[in-house]
C-alpha cells in the first residue's frame, strides 16, 4: 500500500503537468531560480563583480522599475495597460524639483506632482471605466498630454531653478546600515499592492474584471468605480516611482523615466501578469524586475549596446512565450 | 449574439443607394476630413500668409509618419497591433543610408531600394510569424521585437550617417511640376504609395480576410479564412509599409538614424484610432488614419503660428485623441442600447 502510494507521488512529481501547474501556479519558484542564476552567471563572467555595491546598485535601479511595473500589473489584471506612466513619473520628479526654492519647499512640491498624478490617472480611469475607450489609447493620449503640460512647466519654471532637493535624493542615493534607502520607499508600497491583490474584496475584483467582465459585472461588481480607482492609484504609483528615480539620478527631466516603459511592461509580462487580465501577481513582477535590471548587468559585461537591446528584446518574447505554452495546456 | 455587422455584408443598391452607402461606410472619414476642412481655414484665418505652397510643406513634412500609420492601420484593422514599427523604420532607413554610402552609385540605388523592401517583408514576416507560433499576445511580441530591430539598426550604424542617391532625395523634396509650388512630390508618393499598396489589397480576398480576422476571428475560421497565414500576412503588409516609410526617412533627411523616433510608435497609433480604425478590428481603412497624421500636424502648427507653447500641441493632440474616441464610444453606447 505504501509502495503504491509511493509510486504514485513520485510519478505526479515527474510528470509532465505537474511543473507545468508548478509554473503556472508559482512563477514565482521557476522565476527565482532564474534570478539566481542570472546572479551567478554575472559572477562568473566578472569574477568579484557581485559584491554589496553591485547588489545596492541592481536594487535601487530595479526599485524604480517594479514601482512602475505595478502599474503594469494592476491595470493588466483588468485586461489593461498604462501607458502614461514614463511621462507621469518623470513630470513628478520634475514638479517635485521646481518646487525647491518656492514657498512651500519640496514637501509641498510632493504633494503638487502626486495630486497631479492622481488627476491624470483619474482621468485616465473615467476614460477607461465609463467612457469604455480602449485603455491603451486613453494612457497613450494622458501620456500626451502630460508630456505637453510638463514642458510648459519646464518653460515657466527654468528662471526659478530646478534641482534635486537634497532629502529625496538621500532616498535616491543612501543607505542605512547598508540597506539603500528606496526600500524604505519600495517595501511599503510591495506590502500594500501585494495585500490588495491577496487579500481585499478590491484585489479580487481586478483580478474578476480581467477575467471575465460580464461575469463580474452580473456578479454586482460595479467595474467603472473599480477602474476609476485602479488608474488613479496606477498614477499615483508612477509618481512615486518618478520621486525614487529623480533621487537616484540626482537630476530631474521631462523625459526622465520614460525608457524605462516599455521595460515596466516587460517586467510585468515576465513576472507572470497576463496581458489579457485576469492572471499574475506582484510578487512575480518584483522579481521580473529584479531579472530585467540584473540582465541588464549582465549584458553589458558581455555584449555591446546594440546586442544587449537584441538579447533583450528575444528574451521578453521567449519567455512569454513560455508563459503562453504553460498556460494554453493547462 | 454579436452585435457588430461588418460594412462588407450590407446589401448594395444600385444608383443612387451606392452614394448613400459609401457615405455611410466612410462617415468616419468624411467627417474627418470635413474636421480638417475647418482646420485649415482656421489655420488660414490666425495666419494670412498660409497658403497652398505652406500646405505643401506640411504634406511633405507628413510623409514618414503618414505611411507609418497607414502600416500600422493594416494590422489594427486585422486584430493586431505592432510596437514594432517605429524601430522597424530606423533599420530599413539604416540599412538604405549605409549601403547607399557603400555602394554609390543611381542603378545601384535602385537594387539597395528594392532590398530594403524584402527587408521590410521578412521583418514583418518574423513579427507576423512569432504571434502566431508563440500565441503571445501581439503587443507583447511587437514590444520585444521593437528592441530587437532598434538593436539591429545600432549594429549597422552605430551613429546617424550614410547618404542616399540623388534620385530617391529627388522623389521626395520639391514639387512635382517646378514653378508650381501647389503639388508636392511627396504627397503625390505618399498617395501612389498607398493607393498602389492599399486599393488592391482591400479589393482582394485578402484583403476581406484581413477584415474579417479582425473582427471575428472564429466566424473568419468557421467561414473557411486561413486565420493564421492572414494573420502573417497582415504583418508582412505592415513591415512591407513600413520600411516604404523608412526610406521615405532616409530621402527627406539624406541620413539613417538608429535610434527610433519614440513619438512615432504613439502617434501611429493615435492617427490610426482617429482615422476611424477600431483598435477591436475589422472596421476602418488606410486614408482615415492619413487625414488624421495631417490633422495632428496641422494643430501644432496652427499652436506655432498662435505663438502658444508648442508644447499645447501634445496636450492639444491628447485631448483631441482622448475627446474624439470618448464621443464616439458614447454613441456607440447609446446606438447599442437603442
Known amino acids: ?330 | 449574439m454579436s452585435a457588430t455587422s461588418a460594412p462588407i455584408d450590407q446589401p448594395r443598391g444600385g444608383g443612387g443607394d451606392r452614394i448613400s452607402t459609401f457615405a455611410r461606410d466612410n462617415a468616419w472619414t468624411l467627417g474627418l476630413i470635413g474636421f480638417l476642412a475647418v482646420l485649415l481655414l482656421f489655420t488660414k484665418y490666425v495666419n494670412q500668409t498660409y497658403g497652398l505652397d505652406s500646405l505643401a510643406s506640411t504634406a511633405t513634412s507628413v510623409v514618414p509618419l503618414a505611411l507609418a500609420a497607414v502600416a500600422q492601420a493594416v494590422v489594427v484593422l486585422s486584430g493586431g497591433i505592432d510596437l514594432s514599427v517605429a524601430s522597424q523604420m530606423a533599420l530599413t532607413s539604416c540599412v538604405a543610408a549605409t549601403l547607399m554610402k557603400g555602394y554609390p552609385g543611381e542603378d545601384v540605388a535602385v537594387v539597395i531600394v528594392v532590398g530594403v523592401l524584402l527587408l521590410g517583408l521578412v521583418l514583418g514576416a518574423i513579427n507576423g510569424a512569432l504571434v502566431v507560433l508563440t500565441k503571445v499576445p501581439d503587443i507583447i511580441v511587437t514590444l520585444g521585437t521593437s528592441f530587437v530591430w532598434a538593436g539591429f539598426a545600432l549594429l549597422v550604424r552605430p551613429a546617424p550617417g550614410g547618404s542616399a542617391a540623388q534620385w530617391l532625395k529627388d522623389l521626395v523634396v520639391g514639387p512635382i511640376v517646378s514653378g508650381i509650388d501647389v503639388i508636392p512630390k511627396a504627397a503625390v508618393l505618399l498617395v501612389i504609395i498607398v493607393a498602389v499598396i492599399w486599393i488592391p489589397l482591400s479589393r482582394s480576398r485578402l484583403g476581406l480576410s484581413l477584415y474579417a480576422i479582425g473582427s471575428n476571428p472564429l466566424a473568419a475560421f468557421r467561414s473557411g479564412v486561413a486565420v493564421n497565414r492572414t494573420k502573417v500576412l497582415s504583418y508582412i503588409v505592415t513591415g512591407f509599409v513600413a520600411a516604404f516609410a523608412g526610406l521615405s526617412l532616409t530621402a527627406s533627411t539624406g541620413i539613417g538614424t538608429p535610434v527610433p523616433e519614440p513619438t512615432y510608435v504613439l502617434i501611429s497609433i493615435a492617427a490610426v484610432v482617429l482615422g476611424g480604425v477600431s483598435m477591436a478590428g475589422g472596421i476602418g481603412g488606410a486614408f482615415g488614419p492619413i487625414v488624421a497624421v495631417i490633422v495632428l500636424q496641422l494643430i501644432r502648427d496652427d499652436m506655432t503660428f498662435m505663438h502658444v507653447d508648442p508644447n499645447y500641441g501634445l496636450v492639444a493632440q491628447g485631448i483631441i485623441l482622448i475627446g474624439v474616441l470618448m464621443v464616439g464610444s458614447l454613441i456607440q453606447q447609446r446606438r447599442s442600447r437603442a
Open chain 1, 1 to 330: 500500500m505504501t509502495a503504491a502510494t509511493g509510486t504514485v507521488v513520485r510519478n505526479r512529481w515527474l510528470s509532465a503537468a505537474t511543473w507545468r501547474n508548478l509554473l503556472r501556479d508559482y512563477p514565482i519558484v521557476p522565476l527565482t531560480v532564474l534570478l539566481v542564476l542570472l546572479v551567478i552567471l554575472a559572477d562568473i563572467l566578472s569574477p568579484g563583480l557581485v559584491n554589496q555595491g553591485w547588489v545596492t546598485s541592481i536594487v535601487r535601479q530595479a526599485t524604480v522599475l517594479a514601482i512602475l511595473a505595478g502599474c503594469q500589473t494592476l491595470t493588466m489584471l483588468t485586461g489593461g495597460i498604462d501607458l502614461s506612466v514614463g511621462y507621469v513619473a518623470s513630470m513628478a520628479g520634475f514638479v517635485t524639483a521646481t518646487f525647491v526654492h518656492q514657498p512651500g519647499g519640496w514637501p509641498m512640491g510632493v504633494v503638487v506632482a502626486l495630486v497631479a498624478a492622481a488627476l491624470a490617472g483619474l482621468v485616465s480611469g473615467i476614460g477607461v471605466g465609463i467612457f469604455k475607450v480602449h485603455p491603451l489609447i486613453v494612457t497613450l493620449g494622458m501620456g500626451l498630454i502630460v508630456f505637453g503640460f510638463s514642458n510648459v512647466w519646464q518653460l515657466q519654471s527654468v528662471q526659478t531653478g530646478a534641482g534635486v532637493p537634497n532629502e529625496i535624493h538621500t532616498i535616491g542615493v543612501g543607505t542605512l546600515g547598508g540597506i539603500p534607502n528606496d526600500l524604505i520607499v519600495f517595501v511599503p508600497v510591495a506590502i500594500v499592492l501585494i495585500l490588495v491583490l491577496k487579500r481585499t474584496g478590491y484585489g479580487r475584483m481586478l483580478y474578476a474584471i480581467g477575467d471575465n467582465p460580464i461575469a463580474a459585472r452580473l456578479s454586482g461588481v460595479r467595474s467603472w468605480q473599480v477602474l476609476i480607482v485602479l488608474y488613479a492609484m496606477s498614477g499615483v504609483l508612477a509618481g512615486i516611482a518618478g520621486l525614487v528615480q529623480s533621487g537616484l539620478a540626482n537630476t530631474a527631466s521631462v523625459t526622465l523615466v520614460q525608457p524605462y516603459l516599455l521595460p515596466s511592461v516587460a517586467a510585468a509580462v515576465i513576472g507572470g501578469t497576463s496581458i489579457l487580465g485576469g492572471r499574475g501577481g506582484y510578487s512575480g513582477t518584483i522579481v521580473g524586475a529584479l531579472i530585467l535590471t540584473v540582465l541588464g548587468s549582465v549584458l553589458s559585461i558581455v555584449l555591446p549596446e546594440p546586442w544587449r537591446q537584441i538579447v533583450f528584446g528575444s528574451i521578453v518574447v521567449l519567455v512569454a512565450a513560455a508563459y503562453a505554452r504553460v498556460t494554453a495546456e493547462g
